[in-house]
């Protein structure tokens, strides 16, 4: 995209920054443009978010952290000596297991995300496009996805562009 961006508008015209991280859900998306936001300084972002929303991380870091950490905590309990020294390091897994599981997103939680991207991008006066994701599903058997429902709704209820993916999937098949 640079390099086209280049060839069209000559160079240094704009700069092209990639700040998908593969697996982020809209939660991360948010923190991560909260904290890079002075450094970036934004002109125009794209939003493209939705299918990782969807998977239960909190449950799945609830189970390790009831498993793993109470059996160990439980045999460590016979070692008085160390017991102190692990309790520590454990209360400290524990506050960053509890940061990532609030990154779990289900649909509600989803809307507040995006809702909560758009508001920052309006207040630092970012031009936003929100993308739909193309599922199999919705491309091929018109079974509207959960996710790009959201997405579209957020899109036109706070006036952003979309680009809808899946439109264009289902139009070129």
Do not use: C
Not at 64 to 77: A, C, G, P, T, W
């Amino acid at each position: 995209m640079q390099k086209e961006f280049d060839r069209q508008y000559g160079s240094g015209s704009y700069e092209i920054i990639n700040a998908g991280v593969p697996g982020y859900t809209a939660y991360q998306g948010l923190e991560l443009l909260r904290e890079k936001y002075e450094t970036w300084d934004p002109d125009i972002i794209t939003l493209y978010f939705g299918e990782n929303d969807n998977y239960d991380v909190k449950r799945f870091y609830q189970e390790l952290e009831h498993n793993m950490l109470k059996r160990v905590d439980e045999s460590l309990r016979r070692n008085l000596r160390i017991y102190s020294f692990f309790k520590k390091i454990k209360q400290s897994v524990e506050m960053k297991v509890n940061s990532v599981s609030n990154r779990v997103v289900h649909e509600e939680i989803f809307i507040d995300n995006l809702n909560a991207l758009v508001r920052f991008a309006h207040e630092k006066k970012i031009d936003i496009l929100m993308v739909t994701y193309p599922t199999y599903n919705e491309v091929y058997r018109a079974k509207e996805h959960a996710y790009n429902k959201v997405i579209r709704e957020v899109a036109t209820k706070n006036d952003v562009f979309l680009i809808d993916l899946v439109a264009a999937f289902r139009k070129e098949k």
